[in-house]
């Protein structure tokens, strides 16, 4: 029998004895069972997070992880009961002046009643500024590469884009030069809007935000969408007549949408459904869970894109949005949904992306709302967001 199983085995059987059994232990650790609920905990988690948490009666695991990672650690315990997973780790920030970081450990444990023991340990204060120095120092020297890299190139793809037009306005309309000098124009075409969004990731561009709806956006990229997905794709609207508006640059906005339908159309390469959808919602900044009140949330409008594609895995989900990741192996630039995520922060709105291997994958992008919708009614909770 393993260390882990005898240590469960008596916590099962003794469950009082949990504090005495690791009291001298360097380390904090707890008990829980399925649902996240707290049975045991020893002395040294008080030291580790400020305060004891006692494991009264509603007292969970996710509880004691920061607002940021506790969805997060929520799935994974669902994944370790699920036996999608052994163990997890998470790494958390905390705002005590004194304690820098924490590493949280879980493993599931065997048993008459199978429960999860978690572990949390101090990520030491030099080796988690070592870490945070060694990601920021590589990400400034990625964005310098390849802000350098696209003006240059940028300034050669005008050039290209120059002759191809001379050429093309020299040659009659039904000539076979002149059809591939429009293919030619074509792929440059292309390749400026991936300079662009190179240099949207790499480098601060001037924006010119204005109210507007949502919904003009996505009737007006309408038909160039069902012309880029092709044939072998359903495109479906379901757009609120009542949506408010939001404050953010139009040309954005559509950069955000045409990213989003193209990456839901390379997740499905044998055809499938995307649908697009906008909505008033309200987002519970600070969720009251004790009375579950959420009129005070903020008013925002959901941009929603949703397909029946291949989705993705945890590991995958968690580096989407990292600049030059991808999963499209010699097809893809890694920048598209960088790029969304730059443009959402940046228009002061969050983006939350929902998908399972096998069952697709949802893209919700929520954008504060310059006034509430004047009908109440479309103005609900969307709980991917609570």
Known sequence: MSAAAEVLRICEKYEEEFPSLLHDAPYAFLLCRRDGTITATNPAIAQFLGATPNHRPGKRFPDLIPADKRAEAERFLRSLFDGERHGFQIDTETSQSDRHALRWTAWLVQGEAPAVLVMAEEIPEKLFAQQRLRQSQRLEAIGRLAGGVAHDFNNLLTGILLYCDLLVAGLESGHRAHRYAEEIRKAGLQATGIVRQ?????????????????????????????????????????????????????????????????????????????????????????????????????????????????????????????????????????????????????????????????????????????????????????????
Request: aromatic share 4%; glycine share 10%; hydrophobic share 40%.
């Open 198 to 386: 190179l240099l949207a990731v790499a480098r601060p561009t001037s924006s010119s935000p204005r109210p507007f709806c949502l919904n003009d956006v996505a009737e007006g990229m309408r038909n160039l969408l069902c012309r880029l997905i092709g044939d072998s794709f359903e495109l479906h609207f379901d757009l609120d007549t009542q949506l408010g508006l939001v404050n953010m640059d139009p040309a954005q906005a559509q950069q955000v949408l045409m990213n989003l339908v193209l990456n839901a159309r390379d997740a499905m390469p044998n055809g499938g459904h995307i649908s697009i959808e906008t909505r008033n919602c309200r987002v519970q900044v600070l969720p009251d869970a004790g009375t579950g009140n959420h009129s005070s949330g903020l008013p925002c409008a959901l941009f929603a894109v949703s397909d029946n594609g291949e989705g993705m895995d945890e590991s995958v989900r968690a580096h989407i949005f990292e600049p030059f990741f991808t999963t499209k192996a010699d097809k893809g630039t890694g920048l598209g949904l960088a790029t969304v995520h730059d443009i959402v922060t940046t228009s002061g709105g969050l983006i939350y992306v929902d998908s399972k291997v096998g069952q697709g994958t949802r893209v919700s992008v929520l954008l504060p709302l310059v006034t509430p919708s004047s009908n109440p009614e479309n103005v609900g909770n969307n709980s991917h967001f609570m």
